[in-house]
């Protein structure tokens, strides 16, 4: 927990009087980086395979929702509630069973109407491993985001009940190898690191030799960012 505590006494009365320059500004400074950066670690990679790796998701959560006892019939027209009670949703999923519900309805699967869900496609279970093996053999890039959904996909149906740890879903047997291949080699993450770290060395540029330079990372998981 934070603690007060006086300031560095070696600074004493000799602070130097600074102001970072505003987020606006250095991320305009960095934005020229950004195609220079996504051609170095092959950003565009993802445009290849998304649409499938979408499907696979769509395709997960439709087995996930019918292995909950939702037969997805269609015309059949129910209520968020209502399904997240038939299939015995924890509450605690109530935002992410609603996202779920909007993913399908973005595929044609499902549409909204006011309150309601209206089954507009039969969605049948299949199983899914030869073609999220076959994904990820084709693009060697995206394996770590390939892999990464797989594990929540192939999981979800627990997770939504309640009887799994999402943690434990994503970091299994308490690895962290796929999450640091996710968060710290991946093209995304090359990218997304590559300009946080011009961002910092930009500002750090200008900064007064005499003040000190504190950065507090919020949301570190890995460290990703960080190292």
């Given amino acids: 927990a934070w603690q ?3 300031l560095d006494a070696r600074a004493g009365s000799a602070v130097v009087s600074w102001a970072p320059p505003a987020p606006a500004l250095v991320a305009e400074r960095v ?13 565009d990679a993802y445009e290849s395979y998304r649409p499938e790796l979408n499907a696979l ?16 019939r269609v015309d059949e027209r129910t209520d968020t509630q209502e399904l997240m009670g038939r299939m015995g949703v924890a509450k605690r999923y109530d935002r992410l069973f609603l996202r779920l519900l909007d993913i399908l309805a973005e595929d044609g699967i499902l549409r909204k109407e006011g ?11 299949e199983d899914i491993g030869a073609r999220h093996r076959e ?12 892999g990464f959904a797989g594990r929540g996909g192939y999981g ?3 997770t939504l009940r309640g009887d799994r740890d999402p943690l434990e879903t994503l970091f299994q047997d308490g690895t962290f190898d796929l999450a640091n291949a996710l968060y710290r080699k991946s093209p995304a993450a090359l990218v997304f690191n590559g300009l946080a770290r011009e961002a910092v060395a930009g500002v ?4 007064p030799s005499a003040r000190t330079f504190r950065v507090l990372e919020i949301g570190a998981g890995t460290g990703g960012t960080t190292s």
């Fill in 4 to 6: 007060p505590a006086p």
């Fill in 135 to 146: 994904l990820a053999e084709r693009f060697a890039a995206g394996r770590a985001e390939i």
């Fill in 57 to 72: 998701c769509s395709a997960w959560i439709a087995n996930a929702f019918q292995a909950l006892g939702w037969e997805m």
């Fill in 204 to 207: 750090v540029a200008e900064m």
């Fill in 31 to 43: 934005r020229p980086l950004v195609t220079r950066l996504s051609e170095q670690y092959g950003l």
């Fill in 115 to 125: 309150q309601h869900w209206l089954v507009c496609q039969r969605s049948v279970p």
């Fill in 156 to 158: 979800l149906a627990e």
